[in-house]
């Protein structure tokens, strides 16, 4: 089984947000404790390349992103969403 985390990414949530960014480090850890001794393959995926951004977001929010200049996109957008479609994993 192939598990992809991204727990070592920096990315900033709201102080009183829901899922706090410690929160993914440790379930990543309970997980791989829980999974104990089953075949697992733990990863960080790939950063998603353009044509696969575009498979959800607009061109205008690539050009944002290669920019680094989100935070226009991001008001009023949940953080945590807009970080899952930035890494898709891949095969």
């Known amino acids: 089984m192939k598990i992809f985390y991204t727990d070592t990414f920096t990315f900033p949530l709201p102080e009183k947000h829901s899922f706090p960014k410690d929160k ?3 379930l990543r850890m309970r997980t ?5 001794d ?5 990863q960080v995926p790939e950063p998603a390349s353009d044509k696969a951004i ?4 607009s061109e205008a929010y690539l050009r944002r992103l290669v920019k680094g200049d989100l935070a226009i996109y991001l008001d009023g957008a949940d953080p945590l969403s807009v970080l899952c ?7």
């Open 54 to 57: 575009l498979r959800s977001h």
């Open 85 to 91: 479609s930035i890494f898709v994993p891949s095969g």
């Open 38 to 42: 089953q075949p697992i393959d733990m």
């Open 24 to 26: 993914y480090l440790l």
């Open 32 to 36: 791989s404790e829980r999974l104990g």
